[in-house]
DNA sequence: TGGGATAGCATGGGAATCCATGGGAAGTCA
DNA sequence: TGACTTCCCATGGATTCCCATGCTATCCCA
């Protein structure tokens, strides 16, 4: 399954249309459901994105994990699922932002798709470059690792 | 499989009369049953909905927990199933509410749809502020969160 | 090795379709 | 017969589909 790598700056249109870029397209090729579901990040300022299989994937584990009518699935799921949407590929592998969206992530007219992995970010060039240097700065001061981890 | 997901504001007309938001007919569409079935939820102000799949699912999942004459499975039937309804949608793709259950979600001429994955809410827009706002604030303090990993 | 051809990709605009919404007519039950 | 319900049609606006274009990177062949 492939992942989400590297950083492209694409252009949005009036319409708020945007392609995602074409590796990520193919990181999803092989999804029944061909497009992305996006929502917002709840620490920062910018859209996180995954593929419908893994938000399914979390489904499945919150009804593994919580109770059907519990506060605590209730409440996770209004934020997780009830703040995201589905936005599927135009022919031109294209999305449209929502207009909420455009306007929770102070979205001009470009954005960064940020490959994090399992999932992608999206930014406005600008913040996004700030946070790339925060991040560094704190992935080195901190001195983050990798657990370690078993081999598949 | 479909899930729920973001959040639609529709109107109400006079007759009691609502779209059901495009992509949950879409999540339903390959069920034999086109509609969905409603309670009222007995926690909060809000109806919840699911399609007639996994309203049976539920059934089922009760016969296995509990035993078919205990008072625990007659209450919690009585409750899901015995104040459910099961609406179809007309050709446009609405439902029209029961008046009792406008009363008691305290609907007047909007509601939003609110998806949660396997099932979804039905609230006025105006409740549903204040119910986000404290749902996202509980998940964040108690730091509700799915188990680790995220693999499909 | 250089230049032209080709295919994939990002981008743009216009047209057709879908969707939410409203009202009215026909049917049904008391 | 009256009220309520169910079916059917109309409409405006938003969304999605479809076609066109330019750019770039890759490939092929001389």
């Known amino acids: 399954m492939g992942l989400f790598l590297s950083t492209f700056i694409n252009r949005v249109d009036k319409k708020g249309r945007v392609s995602v870029p074409a590796p990520f397209r193919a990181a999803l090729a092989h999804e029944s459901y061909q497009g992305v579901v996006l929502f917002p990040s709840y620490t920062q300022k910018a859209l996180e994105g995954v593929g419908m299989a893994a938000m399914e994937n979390m489904g499945a584990r919150m009804d593994s994990q919580f109770a059907f009518f519990s506060d605590d699935h209730d409440e996770l799921a209004t934020v997780l699922f009830g703040e995201s949407v589905q936005l599927n590929f135009d022919e031109n592998g294209r999305i449209i932002l929502p207009q909420n969206f455009i306007d929770f992530a102070g979205i001009d007219d470009q954005v960064a798709f940020v490959g994090l992995g399992q999932k992608f970010q999206i930014w406005t060039?600008?913040?996004?470059?700030?946070?790339?240097?925060i991040a560094r700065n704190s992935v080195t001061s901190k001195k983050v690792t990798l657990p370690k981890g078993v081999e598949s």
């Open 125 to 133: 060039p600008k913040e996004f470059e700030s946070r790339k240097n």
